[in-house]
């Protein structure tokens, strides 16, 4: 239905001028790819005066324009008012041709263990593969979004394979920034459609140790299964995995980023099997993002973090309903990831804090990045089991989710702006049969109120219960240890870390046992006591007390029970 209302205004747009146009290609030296070259050539405007966006701002990173160079333009003089705006001066309806260059945002290769944190959304261009998203790569005139655009690949190096999502005849100037290139030397394309269906695509830069096999069944799965939750067809669809060097401290990282139609996928070169069941969350979670919230109103651009509580959350929500569709998960693994949530939204130090918090320091603390997707996942449930005891069961979530692309559908072609995805949530979640959620939303969002989600949320399928235990306290300082290469510092002397003879100076060998975060799982550390080498056990609990939710399922070793609460489980 959005898609819908997109062609038509892209047809509209087609009667205007010729279409802009991008080429990119890789650049070659002595030792591969050193570059991303790009060529825009574009109609300037009627009045003489053309202005051309530079990446600048997006996703929490800064300056992005930096890693551009080489940039020129023919048939127009260039001004610069600012580092992100170039004003082109021509006569009027010229055709101009701009052409620059992306560097490598990083020091050397990515890697799991590297100083930077979170994704590298900032360009990526490696001897053997590149990888960029549009935001932090692509030069775009001021335009309307739905101005067409051709793109084509350049000529590539000998052996390299290539893909982006703009490789569709309906590419709109809006799909340029929200786009994705993947190039490599040893990239290879798996297709993910089905014969008949609009192309969809995965491209993995480098070789990866997971079954791609595997990993594209699941890609089909997940992308069937949220387009049957969300009632849209296939459409030209891009997925992009670009390559980490593994961590040599045993750490594992999977990332990724959602984008119009497509996502790209941040995973180290040894992702296996058992790590790729783990990436299918990742896989829902982005997919998702294709419609939530994009189908279901505008995010504003001002203090956007403030509305992930509903952009992230809620798609969470979307995802774990998906994964149990698709087949991909048992109700186990549901509960397993529900409880993970619950018991880190609990014992979470800022779970309290504003919704404006959030806005100040989302991208500047993990913590409150984190709260948004907790909360409002938490925050789908307790208004869906309100809803349900509103509406006797008739009415839940997928209802409101429904309801809200219709809105936001018909809001597209109105004037003035359409409401944001929240604003037309409330209208929703009313329009569905449910209460005025706004006060629960000024509470439990805006001032950051704690709330419980009922015991019986699922019915006779389990029973989510308060977990009381003591507070998780290591007994030694762990950023220094880690800052000292695994030197063990910081051991409490009145702690029960010491009592079990653990000692500032040894040096850390492998943790074998215990979860960080529960004081219930006994640490079991293996070290180095001089040349002697130990196993130390403890208990990691500290004097206070901490406290959560926990869902417990009940019994489904009987196949007819086992369906019918995976059913309840999954909104079915």
Not at 197 to 214: G, S, W, Y
Not at 351 to 369: L, M, V, Y
Request: hydrophobic letters at 40%; proline letters at 7%.
């Amino acid at each position: 239905m959005i898609l819908a209302a997109a062609f038509a205004l892209a047809l509209s747009a087609a009667d205007g001028p010729a279409p802009i146009e991008y080429e990119v290609a890789p650049v070659m030296g002595a030792e591969g790819a050193e570059a991303l070259a790009v060529t825009l050539r574009l109609t300037g405007d009627a009045d003489g005066e053309t202005r051309l966006r530079l990446p600048d701002r997006w996703a929490g990173e800064t300056e992005l324009h930096r890693h551009l160079d080489a940039l020129t333009v023919e048939g127009a003089t260039v001004e610069a008012p600012s580092p992100a705006v170039r004003v082109l001066k021509h006569a009027p309806g010229a055709p101009l041709t701009v052409r620059y260059r992306v560097r490598h945002a990083y020091d050397g290769d990515l890697a799991v263990d590297r100083p930077e944190s979170g994704n590298p959304y900032r360009p990526v261009i490696r001897p053997g593969h590149v990888s960029v998203l549009g935001h932090a790569a692509m030069i775009v005139p001021e335009r309307d979004d739905y101005e067409p655009v051709r793109f084509r690949f350049g000529a590539l190096p000998e052996g390299w394979t290539a893909a982006s999502d703009m490789e569709h005849p309906e590419l709109r100037l809006r799909g340029v920034r929200e786009s994705l290139i993947v190039a490599g030397r040893d990239a290879r394309v798996i297709a993910l459609s089905e014969p008949g269906e609009a192309p969809a695509r995965a491209i993995l830069a480098a070789p990866f140790a997971f079954d791609t096999e595997a990993f594209a069944r699941d890609l089909r799965a997940v992308m069937r299964a949220q387009r049957d939750y969300f009632g849209a067809e296939a459409a030209p669809y891009l997925v992009g995995v670009t390559p980490l060097v593994p961590s040599t401290q045993g750490r594992f990282s999977i990332g990724g980023t959602g984008l119009e139609d497509g996502f790209m996928v941040y995973a180290a070169t040894d992702t296996d099997g058992a790590a790729l069941a783990r990436m299918r969350v990742l896989l829902a979670h982005e997919h998702a993002h294709t419609w939530s919230p994009r189908a279901l109103g505008p995010m504003p651009e001002a203090r956007e973090a403030e509305s992930y509580w509903f952009s992230e959350g809620f798609t969470d929500f979307v995802t774990h309903r998906s994964l149990l569709r698709a087949g991909l998960w048992r109700a186990e693994d549901f509960a397993e990831a529900f409880n993970e949530t619950l018991r880190d939204h609990g014992l979470s130090p800022v779970r309290t804090a504003p919704n404006s918090a959030i806005g100040e320091k989302f991208w500047t603390d993990e913590a409150h990045q984190k709260l948004p997707y907790r909360r409002g996942y938490l925050i789908a449930w307790a208004l869906e089991a309100r809803l349900r005891e509103r509406t006797r069961g008739r009415r839940d979530m997928d209802d409101v989710l429904a309801d809200q692309i219709d809105r936001a559908e018909r809001a597209q072609r109105a004037k003035p702006m359409p409401p944001y995805a929240t604003e037309q949530f409330v209208r929703a979640y009313r329009g569905v049969g449910g209460e005025d959620p706004r006060p629960f939303l000024a509470a439990h969002v805006e001032r950051g109120e704690a709330f419980d989600l009922p015991a019986d949320l699922f019915g006779t399928c389990g029973a989510i219960e308060t977990i009381r235990r003591p507070t998780f306290d290591r007994g030694f300082d762990s950023a220094a240890t880690n800052a000292s290469g695994g030197v063990i510092a910081g051991v409490k002397p009145d702690g029960a870390a010491y009592r079990a003879g653990l000692r500032d100076g040894m040096r850390f060998v492998r943790r074998e046992a215990g979860v960080p975060g529960d004081s219930s799982q006994e640490y079991v550390f293996r070290v180095m006591d001089g040349e002697t080498e130990r196993v130390i056990r403890w208990f990691p609990a500290g004097e206070g007390e901490e406290s959560f939710q926990r869902l417990t399922l009940t019994d489904l070793s009987d196949p007819a029970e086992r369906r019918r609460c995976t059913a309840v489980l999954a909104g079915m």
